[in-house]
C-alpha cells in the first residue's frame, strides 16, 4: 500500500468515525422516540403512543410553540441587523468608532453566555423598574437571541462581501443605477446564499439556547429547551424524544430545501455568466 493509499483511507476513516460520534446518537433518538418501554434506552417494541402522548402534554406544546416563535423572529431580525453590521465593516472600511464597533459586534461570540445573560437580566430588571416595561417574557428573551444572533449573521454576511467583486457594484453605478438599486438589484442577488445561511445558522441557535433563555424567561413564556432541561433532572419520558423527532425532521426539510435552492440559484448563475461571456 502506498503512502497516498494509506492517508487517503485513514483520512476517509477518521470522517468516518467523527460522522459515526455526532449522527449515531440522534439516531438512536429517533429510534427510541418509537419505543413502547417507559424507560428511554430500553426497547419493549414499537409504538406511536409518545408522539399521540405529545398531543396532549401542554406544558410541552406550549414551550415548543414559543420557542419557534422566538427564533423565527430572532433568525430574521439577525439576518436583517447582522447585514447593516456586516456593510458597514465592509463597504466603510474607515469611519470613527469602526473598531469599538467591530469589536462590540464580535464581543457576544467570545463572551460566555452567563456573563451575557446576567447582564442583559441586570439591564431590563433597572429598565422596568424605571418605565414599568418590559415584562420578562418573549420579548426579553428574543433581545438575548437577537443580540447574539446578530454576531453570528454578522461574520457569515461580511465573509460573503468581502469575496465580491466590488467592479460589478461599480459597473452597475456607471450604467446610471443608484446605490438603493445597486444594492436591491446586484448585491443582494449575489449574497442572497449567505443570507440564508445566516438564517438557518441563528434559529438554530436560538432554537436550543438554554443559558439565555433561563435568565431572559419569566412566568408563562418557558421555552422547550427550558422544559427539557427541567424535566432531565427528575428522568426524561420517551415523549420528549418524540418532540425532538419532530424538531429533527423540521430542521432537516429546512436545511434540504435551503440546500436545494442555493444549489440551484448558484447553478443558474453560473449559466448565465457562462452565456454572458459567450456574447
Known amino acids: 500500500m502506498t503512502a497516498a493509499t494509506f492517508n487517503r483511507w485513514f483520512g476517509r476513516g477518521w470522517l468516518g468515525l467523527g460522522y459515526v460520534f455526532l449522527y449515531v446518537p440522534i439516531v438512536a433518538l429517533v429510534i427510541y422516540s418509537f419505543n413502547d418501554s417507559p424507560i428511554p434506552n430500553v426497547w419493549r417494541g414499537f409504538t406511536l403512543k409518545w408522539y399521540a402522548a405529545l398531543m396532549h402534554d401542554e406544558e410541552l406544546l406550549a414551550g415548543l410553540a414559543l420557542s419557534l416563535k422566538i427564533a423565527f423572529l430572532t433568525a430574521c431580525g439577525s439576518v436583517v441587523l447582522g447585514t447593516f453590521a456586516a456593510f458597514a465593516l465592509v463597504k466603510y472600511r474607515r469611519f470613527w468608532g469602526r473598531t469599538v464597533f467591530s469589536g462590540m459586534v464580535n464581543a457576544p461570540l467570545v463572551m460566555p453566555e452567563v456573563v451575557v445573560g446576567l447582564s442583559l437580566l441586570l439591564m431590563l430588571v433597572s429598565v422596568q423598574r424605571a418605565i414599568g416595561f418590559p415584562e420578562r417574557g418573549l420579548l426579553t428573551i428574543w433581545f438575548g437571541h437577537l443580540l447574539l444572533g446578530m454576531a453570528y449573521a454578522t461574520v457569515v454576511v461580511q465573509a460573503r462581501l468581502?469575496?465580491?467583486?466590488?467592479?460589478?457594484?461599480?459597473?452597475?453605478?456607471?450604467?446610471?443605477?443608484?446605490?438603493?438599486?445597486?444594492f436591491w438589484l446586484v448585491t443582494l442577488p449575489m449574497i442572497a446564499q449567505s443570507l440564508v445561511s445566516a438564517w438557518l445558522l441563528t434559529f438554530t441557535l436560538s432554537l436550543d439556547d438554554v443559558v439565555?433563555?433561563?435568565?431572559?424567561?419569566?412566568?408563562?413564556?418557558?421555552?422547550m429547551p427550558l422544559v427539557i432541561f427541567s424535566r432531565a433532572r427528575l428522568g426524561l419520558n420517551p415523549s420528549v424524544n418524540a418532540v425532538a423527532t419532530l424538531i429533527i425532521v423540521i430542521v432537516s426539510v429546512g436545511v434540504v430545501a435551503a440546500s436545494y435552492f442555493i444549489a440551484r440559484a448558484e447553478r443558474r448563475r453560473l449559466r448565465e455568466m457562462t452565456l454572458a461571456s459567450r456574447g
Open 212 to 223: 439565555l433563555s433561563a435568565f431572559l424567561s419569566g412566568p408563562g413564556s418557558t421555552t
Open 162 to 182: 468581502q469575496d465580491l467583486n466590488p467592479q460589478l457594484e461599480e459597473a452597475a453605478m456607471d450604467l446610471g443605477a443608484r446605490p438603493h438599486q445597486v
